[in-house]
């Protein structure tokens, strides 16, 4: 199971440094993720790879044996695309065993791996259909089975789950994770939805202006962000400079909204905060309060839906914070 | 380095550039460079210009062209634009068979349809003469005022279609928001939908236009004495006196230069006129009172049945019996007997040449429209300009351009098929870029990532998957290169030669001769050679929309 390493890669349009001096590691089997908001050069290095954009400077290695000059269609990728891009013109099945007939597999074989893959994402007896009469959700299992079937050394997503529903996308995420993780095959996922990386990745890479800004674990980058900017791009924070709460220290820290309590459920230990309440919103499961300190900050807080707790706009409340999870950020 | 994304279409671009090189740019170079060289062929001179310009024949050539034009411009777009929103908008009977009807006008041959307004209008005309007998006097409709009635009956689909198509696009948000601000509908339409449509009718003008100036046919049957650029390029090429490549140049020079000059002030007029409207359903067909109704559907019925009666009136006149000009009101079959008697050679050359020139067409139009579409590179661009150029080219400035470049030197093509087949080709080229362009563009580039990716190189991914994604508008294209290479004059009249004439030049040669039997004869069989590829197309097209 290879790995893929990518050295010093660098690629410009006009005068958009699309991706920057770029070194990163990917280990064999690893499912791991290229996060960030649109623009920051996830998909210009995930088309690197696939061999659909040239590297500027730097390289690119599976294993040992350096990939980025051979032709994409000879570099063994599986990938699926954004909108499937599932071949309209042939079946289902003709959409699986298409990469078999270009690697010229006997038919009999073929047919055989085309029945499996279509098991494997659940789509057994769809192979005569049409693409047009799928929905989105089966696209897409057949642009995966696709991807699978040719036993890639390296499976490309490109935003797959970006066109389907909310719930969908929830269920059809942890589907991708199981099979990658059935398989083995290494994977290189790439998405804007902080949520959805966290759930699906072993690592992920958190991308901005063409740079890495932090690669890492979920609940490190998460937990641990070492900037600003991954600070507030993997979720509401509190970014507060120290003496905003009270603090001694010149540095900017992070403050999780869940890392606050009214100061009547939280230990005794927990530094406490006046202010009064500027606004309530309930989101179901979780109500968003933003309180507004003595010293006029608006500090952000988050608790599990309480009913038995009445806040209102305009409430004096004292707040408690775990400072263990206080995180200075750079 | 070339990198491997580059490979094909680079080597596209590369052979497309050598062909449109060697069969369009190097006669219009040799064009230019007769009209610029002194007699011996030595120096540069200016003085055939001057010379040209000088004459006040001439003089009179280019504002008479550009007058006819601009004439026929303005009264198509005045009609075809109500038209237009009345087919798109208003509760009109019958809305397919008048769009299927309007656009049977682009395949029939104009120079017919003024063939037939002369046997029916002309001097001693059936309606002149009928007319005459109940003492009304309708006046020559040779010249300007007859080329300018050809022209406006045959040439408004080119504004009604896209102003058709513009007026379904625009979003009814756009409508509401407006009225809902407190405009009138009257002023909606004013302020809001026609400048939104502005482009698509100025564009659909613009073609028009060009027709116009390039057209040789309708102003040959005609003009008489008046002057026609095309017409008298013509003339001074293969004139009875001797031939002056010259004085010819020096027209077709200019003709190109109006075409060009043309284009270009469209194109910086509408680069600041783009509007993008999404709408995600065809506006709403408005509720207006019966008068309204009625007077738009009498509207649109008679200038789409005006427009056909033309061609009706040749395929009768065909069945008739003609002695010399004169004709006698009895059922026959002489003048098809007549025509195939003499010879079958010119059908067959045309069947022959059409297929010939609509098959290369596709097979060098589509890889080009292929390219210029996806890769937005330098070489692309180029390639799509130059592609483009035979458009502001008319065919007879082509055609002369041919015979000076191949009839010596390194590659002779003179009296034989190719140079026929080749000129086509070459006139056909932008319209197939076009439209296989504008296929590519609703293609998801990610398909072809997809083929990519899972092993195919980007020859068989475009062979595999984006060809037969393609392959209905590729049939629909090389149908209709087909039907209007079949019905091509003016280049054809330049470069036919001996055995290889086409029913085309059957029916000029007719013409200059006063056979007006085999005329009809064959302008019968053009309208039936065009018209059946163009049925089974409808047809097809139908069932495979029904069938998917």
């Known amino acids: ?330 | 380095m070339i990198g491997h994304q580059q490979r094909l279409p680079l080597t596209i671009a590369a052979l497309g550039l050598l062909f449109l090189g060697v069969f369009l740019v190097w006669p219009l170079v040799n064009v230019f460079g007769a009209s610029v060289l002194d007699s011996e062929g030595q120096s540069f001179t200016l003085a055939n210009y001057v010379k040209m310009l000088g004459r006040p024949f001439y003089r009179a050539a280019i504002v008479n062209t550009l007058g006819i034009g601009a004439a026929a411009t303005v009264i198509t777009t005045v009609l075809a634009v109500p038209l237009a929103f009345s087919l798109a908008r208003l509760p009109i009977p019958g809305k397919a068979a008048i769009l299927a009807l309007a656009a049977m006008p682009l395949v029939l041959p104009s120079f017919v349809s003024a063939y037939a307004i002369v046997l029916l209008l002309g001097n001693s005309g059936l309606l002149t003469v009928w007319l005459k007998g109940i003492g009304l006097d309708i006046g020559s409709i040779y010249g300007a005022s007859g080329i300018v009635l050809v022209y406006t009956l045959t040439l408004y689909p080119y504004v009604l279609l896209p102003t058709v198509a513009a007026f379904k696009a625009v979003d009814v948000s756009m409508e509401e928001a407006a009225q809902n601000l407190g405009s009138s509908p009257a002023r909606t339409v004013r302020t809001v939908i026609l400048p939104i449509v502005l482009p698509a009718i100025l564009a659909g003008a613009l073609l028009v236009f060009i027709e116009t100036l390039e057209n040789f046919g309708v102003p040959f049957v005609l003009a008489e004495d008046l002057p026609i650029f095309a017409v008298e390029a013509f003339k001074l090429f293969i004139g009875e006196t001797a031939p002056n490549p010259a004085s010819a140049g020096v027209l077709a020079t200019l003709l190109i230069l109006t075409t060009v000059l043309v284009l270009l002030i469209q194109r910086h007029f509408l680069s600041s006129r783009r509007f993008a409207t999404n709408a995600r359903q065809t506006p709403p067909i408005l509720k207006v009172g019966p008068g309204v109704r009625i007077v738009a559907t009498v509207y649109c019925w008679t200038i789409v049945l005006l427009a056909l009666v033309p061609f009706f009136a040749i395929v009768v006149l065909s069945f008739l019996e003609f002695r010399g000009p004169v004709l006698h009101g009895r059922f026959s079959l002489d003048n098809f007997a007549t025509l195939f008697a003499r010879d079958m050679r010119p059908l067959a050359n045309t069947l022959m040449f059409a297929s010939a020139a609509a098959l290369c067409t596709g097979l060098i139009g589509v890889p080009i429209g292929y390219v210029v579409t996806r890769w937005r590179t330098g070489v692309a661009t180029l390639l799509d300009v130059v592609a483009t150029l035979p458009f502001a080219v008319a065919g007879t400035v082509l055609a002369i351009g041919f015979v000076v470049s191949f009839n010596a030197g390194p590659v002779i093509l003179t009296g034989g098929p190719l140079i026929l087949v080749l000129a086509y080709t070459v006139r056909k080229i932008p319209f197939a870029v076009r439209s296989a362009g504008a296929i590519v563009h609703q293609i998801d580039p990610s398909l072809e990532e997809a083929s990519i990716s899972l092993g195919r190189s980007p020859l068989q991914t475009f062979l595999r998957i984006v060809v037969p994604l393609m392959l209905g508008g590729i049939v629909s294209g090389v149908v209709l290169t087909w039907v209007t290479v079949a019905s091509e004059l003016s280049a054809t009249v330049v470069l036919y030669s001996g055995p290889w004439r086409t029913m085309t030049v059957v029916m000029f040669q007719a013409l200059e001769g006063g056979g007006a039997g085999i005329a009809t004869a064959a302008a019968s069989t053009l309208i039936v050679v065009t018209l059946i590829p163009v049925a089974l197309l409808y047809r097809l097209v139908r069932r495979y929309e029904l069938g998917s």
């Open chain 1, 1 to 330: 199971m290879s790995g893929i390493v990518i050295k010093d890669a660098s690629r410009r349009f006009g005068s958009v440094q699309a991706v920057d001096h770029v070194d990163l590691t990917v280990e064999g089997g690893e499912f791991f993720t290229l996060l960030g908001p649109s623009g920051c050069g996830k998909t210009t290095l995930l088309r690197m790879i696939a061999g659909f954009c040239e590297l500027d400077s730097g390289e690119i290695l599976f294993g040992d044996t350096r990939i980025d000059r051979l032709s994409a269609h000879v570099r063994n990728i599986g990938m699926v695309f954004q909108n499937y891009a599932v071949f309209p013109n042939l079946t289902v099945a003709g959409n699986v065993a298409y990469g078999l007939m270009a690697r010229r597999v006997p038919a009999d074989e073929s047919a055989r791996r085309v029945e499996e893959a279509l098991a494997l994402v659940q789509l057994s007896g769809f192979g005569e259909r049409k693409p047009h009469q799928l929905s989105g959700g089966q696209l897409q299992r057949v642009a995966i089975a696709r991807a699978l079937v040719i036993r890639p050394q390296v499976l490309l997503f490109d935003e797959p789950l970006s066109n389907l529903d909310a719930r969908l996308r929830v269920s059809m995420r942890g589907e991708i994770r199981a099979l990658q993780k059935s398989l083995g095959i290494t994977a290189i996922y790439v998405t804007h939805d902080q949520e959805e990386a966290m759930s699906v990745s072993d690592r992920i890479a958190l991308m901005n202006a063409g740079k890495l800004e932090q690669v890492g674990v979920p609940a490190d980058i998460y937990r641990k962000p070492a900037s600003r900017f991954a600070a507030e791009f993997m979720g509401t924070t509190n970014l507060l400079e120290a003496r905003q709460l009270g603090l001694a220290a010149p540095v900017w820290v992070s403050l999780r909204p869940e890392a606050l309590r009214f100061a009547d459920e939280a230990p005794a230990d927990w530094p406490r905060l006046q202010g009064i309440v500027a606004r309530v919103e309930l989101l179901g499961p979780l109500t968003r309060i933003d309180v507004t300190l003595g010293s006029g900050t608006v500090i952000r807080m988050a608790t599990l839906d309480a009913p038995h707790r009445a806040v209102a706009v305009g409430d004096a409340v004292t707040l408690a914070y775990e400072h263990a999870r206080l995180t200075v950020v750079p």
